[in-house]
Nanobody, 123 residues
């Protein structure tokens, strides 16, 4: 059974940094892309970042240069380092496991999802 468990969310101030973690089990995650998505209140879910099994990455324009996705294959863990956080980054952040090896921001190419962790950026 595939399980994805996010952690690391919380309340931070604008300009702060935060690192989210996603612990994965039940699959050879090193063979698949992993992604982070987010959903703000009243808005549709949007892609944030993705990392391929080969460690190539891709980012949404809104977070490019501020967020960094990485993975630790030995721990089956994916991270999302978020710097220079803004109030508009406030959302529930979800980890997802891809159907294929390549990095993608297309949510349809992910078949397993975590429950999410709340990130609130507010002064």
């Amino acid at each position: 059974q595939v399980q994805l468990v996010e952690s690391g969310g919380g309340l931070v101030q604008p300009g702060d940094s935060l690192t989210l973690s996603c612990d994965a089990s039940g699959r050879m995650f090193s063979n698949y892309a992993m992604g982070w998505f987010r959903q703000a209140p009243g808005k549709e879910r949007e892609a944030v970042a993705s990392i391929a099994s080969t460690d190539g990455t891709t980012y949404a324009d809104s977070v490019k240069g501020r967020f960094t996705i990485s993975r630790d294959g030995t721990k089956n863990t994916v991270y999302l380092r978020m710097d220079s956080l803004k109030p508009e980054d406030t959302a529930v952040y979800y980890c997802a496991s891809g159907r294929f090896w390549r990095a993608t921001l297309n949510s349809h190419e992910y078949d397993h999802w975590g429950q999410g962790t709340q990130v609130t950026v507010s002064s």
